[in-house]
């Protein structure tokens, strides 16, 4: 995850570890790395992302219908690290 002008922050997940990646997981790394009062996610249409929708102001964009900028939303600033 990538703050807008800011600091990056990665973590590594990998088939090996038989741990699936999911709304779950994903909130776990969100939850301690953002402060859920401020931040607005801007993520791809990844299914593990759409329950943010209802704890957390979060914009998506549609990368199977070939869709890379939705209004605010992009992931460029992320695919670019």
Same mark, same amino acid.
């Given at each position: +995850? !990538?703050?807008? %002008? %800011? /600091?990056?922050?990665?973590?590594h997940h990998s088939k090996?570890d038989n741990k /699936?990646?999911?709304?779950k997981?994903?909130?776990? =790394? &969100?939850?301690?790395? &953002?402060?859920m #009062?401020?931040?607005t996610l +801007?993520?791809?249409? #990844?299914k %593990?992302?759409k329950? #943010? /929708?209802a =704890?957390i102001?979060h914009?998506? &964009?549609n990368h199977?219908?070939k869709?890379?900028?939705?209004?605010i939303a992009?992931t460029k600033? !992320?695919?670019? #690290?």
């Open positions: +995850m !990538i703050e807008r %002008g %800011g /600091k990056v922050r990665t973590e090996k /699936k990646l999911n709304f997981s994903l909130r776990d =790394i &969100v939850l301690k790395n &953002v402060d #009062f401020s931040t +801007m993520t791809d249409d #990844f %593990g992302y329950p #943010f /929708k =704890i102001p914009h998506t &964009v199977s219908r869709e890379y900028i939705n209004g992009h600033t !992320i695919e670019s #690290f």
